[in-house]
């Protein structure tokens, strides 16, 4: 390989932390849509500055009104602001080397990412919506959703999603699963894929050290208590 090409492939791995200022992300307290960000960032060891936007301050509108989508989260790399967590998980992927070795991994792992994508939004319908009227047959119509991972991992057959290395639709998936396992902790019984990911993921010890952290387990998972 030339010397041009590496060292472009470094910098597509490497973020000189010394000279730039770190990653920031402005959230409410919750783990949402934020958690599958942090845990890639933590086991990337990069560093993340949390702002925190209370329900009080966000009602006040000032920050909804600078939001592309009048949505959070907000993400900040440089000068380049970043809003919808899928989009910020790319841009992490495409950074730090968690995007497949080539572009027909990309497309893989955008699909997978996509699925983990539509479980997410199922179960924030669960949680917002429904929680109190929905929860059984969600758990009911869930290994539908699951097995569907499970399937794909067992063909790729490397522990990951797709290819050798983990991407950013692990991270997607495994924060996914974290919550699943609070919602019902026999929700992976079946599943020996996702729960060789979900052990494989802890055991990283960036993020291992992340889940273990105060201030991680203390904030909560979503925004309205249940979980
Ligand atoms: C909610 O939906 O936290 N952003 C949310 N809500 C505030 O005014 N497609 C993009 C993406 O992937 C979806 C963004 C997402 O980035 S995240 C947002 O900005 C708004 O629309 C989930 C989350 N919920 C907690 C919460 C705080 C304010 C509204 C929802 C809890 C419920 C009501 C009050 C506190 Fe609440």
Redesign the pocket.
Known sequence: MGVYAELWLRRQHTRPTLTMPPYTAT??A?K??LGAIKIMLADKGQELKVVLVS?EE?QQGDL?AT?V?????KFEDGDLVL????AILRHLGRNHGAYGKDSREASLIDMMNDGVEDLRSKY?KLI?QEYDTGKQAYLKDLPNSLCKFETFMAKTNSGFLVGKEVSFADYNLFDLLLNHLVLCPKSLDNFPKLNDLVKKMSARPKVRALLDSEAFKKIPI???GKQ
């Open positions: 959230y409410f919750v949402g849509r329900m966000w909804k939001c989508f009048g949505q959070m989260p809003f919808q967590s899928n924030i917002y979503n925004g309205n």
